[in-house]
């Protein structure tokens, strides 16, 4: 499968961190020190957010914030899906597999009917909505496509990764989980062309992006709690548990190493790393566990302080910027990964 184009779409609202922070002291009843502290832990310099930043007191009932979410999914997702196609040179109408991966609100019919009607999709497009991947749909999502596309490679498929983080906001909820989770996540959307290996050879598809050529997961039993959703009257609550950065010490170079070694690698063979940006603890547990020291993660960081965290779009953020001014040399082997609820790892491995 060949990456076509990957585009990301950010609301027009864009706050500094310092400018959020001074919100939340206003709305919430939590310790401002201690809120202050958690905030600028995060290292995030500013984030986009789908509502102007006075809006959000509004967001008193789930009704509120999940219809806020359906709308602003479907007007923000057609700009991402209209950009990716005429990026990649392909026309709506060759689009034959449409996957839409989300986490923050929920919607029957699925977005991906609203999405596929207003990027101009074909009638018989195969749709898979997917909800509740959390951080690792970006990654999984790109394994999706590429099973697909492995056994139609005449065919396009297209990935659509949607969270608008900013409208589960509990000003209620003083729980820590809460507060860090208030100073890290960000609103955005992504959209991924993919071509099938013979799609992508003929036409006037332009081929900028790698070759995935496979992929691999992961779970890990009894970790349920470390992160997700408590999901009820008062909408998205978060769950982030405060030692999340051992179970990925724990786990994560191992398993690394054997999804490498299952295709003739190592991690020395590798240098371009196209990372989830989780957090600065998760980002430098794995800095330590791979043995990172040259950068790798370089892009990752610059995600995460420009925009926070977005869920499922930031790794794929990550890999749009890796095309546009970071691109490994011709043939380099690559990692694309992200870790979410379950607990997971989701790794992707690239062709440059």
Not at 39 to 66: C, I, M
Not at 189 to 210: C, M
Request: some cysteine; hydrophobic content about 40%.
């Amino acid at each position: 499968m060949r990456v076509g184009a990957v585009r990301t779409v950010l609301p027009e609202h864009y706050y500094s961190q310092e400018e959020i922070t001074d919100a939340m002291a206003r709305w919430t009843d939590a310790d401002e020190r201690l809120l202050r502290r958690f905030h600028a832990a995060t290292q995030v310099s500013g984030r986009p957010l789908v509502w102007p930043l006075e809006e959000y007191p509004k967001l008193n009932d789930f009704t509120t914030a999940n219809d806020a979410f359906i709308d602003n999914a479907l007007d923000l997702g057609e700009r991402a899906m209209r950009a990716a196609l005429e990026s990649a040179g392909v026309q709506a109408r060759e689009v034959d597999q449409l996957v839409v991966c989300y986490s923050t609100g929920v919607a029957t019919p699925t977005p991906d009917v609203g999405l596929a009607k207003r990027a101009g999709l074909r009638a018989d497009v195969k749709r898979v909505p997917v909800f509740g991947l959390g951080c690792s749909a970006g990654a999984a999502g790109l394994a999706r496509l590429h099973d697909y596309l492995l056994g139609r490679p005449d065919q396009v498929a297209m990935l659509v990764c949607i969270e608008l983080c900013s409208l589960t906001l509990q000003r209620d909820d003083t729980s820590t989980a809460n507060l860090v989770a208030s100073g890290l996540f960000g609103d955005g959307v992504t959209a991924v062309v993919a071509l099938g290996e013979q799609a992508a050879e003929r036409g006037s598809a332009i081929r900028r992006g790698p070759r995935v050529t496979a992929s691999g997961s992961r779970l890990y039993p009894g970790t349920e709690r470390l992160m997700g959703w408590e999901i009820g009257e008062h909408g998205f609550r978060t769950v982030l548990a405060a030692d999340l950065a051992d179970h990925v010490e724990a786990v994560l170079a191992d398993d690394v190493a054997a999804f490498l070694g299952d295709h003739g690698l190592s991690r020395k063979d590798v240098s371009s790393w196209v990372c989830h940006p989780g957090g600065p603890k998760v980002l430098d547990k794995i800095s330590e566990v791979l043995d990172f020291g040259h950068g790798e993660l370089d892009v990752t960081w610059q995600s995460l302080r420009q925009l926070g965290n977005l869920s499922s779009v930031s790794v794929l953020d990550v890999l749009e910027r890796t095309i546009a001014d970071h691109r490994p040399a011709e043939g380099e082997p690559g990692v694309l990964m992200a870790l979410g609820p379950g607990f997971s790892a989701d790794l992707v491995l690239l062709r440059w």
